[in-house]
């Protein structure tokens, strides 16, 4: 059975506080988008051992049991008891770039399980599973335009539709760690909160809807501001970093024709319509 893990990005990002857990609670809109790995599972009732990972595509450090989707069946096989599984993941999702790549193949590893073995877990439970594996994990049960706020696991709806829209999406070869780029911050009150600011014509949010991290990360890495201002020369009518970098996203208008940029060798680029 097959499923391909997407992306999110993040519309908006306020650092509010620090928690006593040493966690952060947030503010933002997810908002996912068709850039994707693919996921497979295959039962292999005779193997003699629960799991075998194959990797494909981009590489990702770590051993196999560090692998998300490797947690995920683990998870799940302590709760269900599932068969002995052969796992291919192919990674075309670019890894520590504030897309929610991991976490994505890791909720999509749960919800392939539940549905392979007909577990008859809701979706609420799932979420509850997922939330374990990783702060914004939680989000790509339901996949859909959500504002989060906690540590990213809490959900209200929220009225908003990118259709039709086209997004670039760049990454540099820069490596920023979540844990690093938290470390940074210094947790405030938003002057527009993001609830606020998303319900505005997209054309006022690049005064009004801001990522915090950019303020910490850009002066460490300043080529990540440096294509954020590109993409806005370029006619991106919004641009910002997504999550805790080191991606950037420029939304397009609806049939304006994007631009052929040379980002330079080591760079990620993606071309898509919301
Ligand atoms: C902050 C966001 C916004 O989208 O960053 P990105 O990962 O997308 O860049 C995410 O919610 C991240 O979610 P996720 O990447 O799953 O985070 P985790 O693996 O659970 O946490 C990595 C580390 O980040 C810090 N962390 C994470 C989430 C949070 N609300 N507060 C934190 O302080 C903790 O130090 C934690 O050890
Ligand atoms: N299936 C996976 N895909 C990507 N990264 C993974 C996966 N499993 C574990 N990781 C680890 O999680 C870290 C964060 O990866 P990822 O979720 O892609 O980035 P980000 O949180 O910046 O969006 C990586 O450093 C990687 O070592």
């Not at 399980?113 to 439970?125: A, F, I, T």
Request: charged share 20%.
């Amino acid at each position: 059975m097959l499923a391909f893990p997407n992306i999110k990005i993040n519309l908006g990002l306020s650092i509010t506080e620090k928690r006593p857990d040493g966690y952060h609670n947030l503010e933002t809109v997810f908002y996912p988008v068709a850039l994707e790995d693919a996921l497979e599972i295959r039962t292999s009732p005779n193997a003699d051992r629960k799991f075998t990972l194959h990797q494909h595509g981009m590489e990702i450090a770590g051993n196999p049991e560090d692998n998300l989707v490797v947690k995920a069946y683990l998870l799940m096989d302590k709760e269900f008891h599932l068969p002995p599984v052969e796992i291919h993941l192919y990674k075309h999702i670019p890894s520590g770039a504030g897309l929610g790549g991991g976490s994505s193949d890791a909720a999509f590893m749960l919800k392939l399980l539940n549905d392979h073995y007909q577990l008859g877990v809701s979706e609420e439970q799932l979420e509850v599973y997922a939330a374990t594996l990783g702060a914004d994990c939680a989000f790509f049960i339901k996949n859909r335009p959500i504002f989060a706020e906690g540590i990213g696991n809490i959900f209200s709806p929220v009225e908003l539709s990118l259709n039709g829209y086209q997004i670039m999406i760049i990454k540099p070869n820069v490596f920023v760690s979540t844990r690093e780029a938290f470390s940074n911050i210094h947790p405030h009150r938003p002057k527009y909160p993001v609830m606020e600011a998303i319900q505005r014509p997209v054309q006022e949010w690049k005064d009004t809807l801001i990522n915090d991290f950019e303020a910490s990360v850009f002066p460490q890495h300043p080529v990540i501001g440096e294509i954020k201002e590109e993409l806005y020369h370029q006619g991106a009518i919004y641009a910002s970093m997504s999550g805790s970098g080191s991606s950037v996203f420029g939304l397009f208008a609806p049939g304006f024709v994007l631009p052929e940029i040379n980002w330079g060798t080591d760079v990620f680029c993606f071309k898509g319509k919301l």
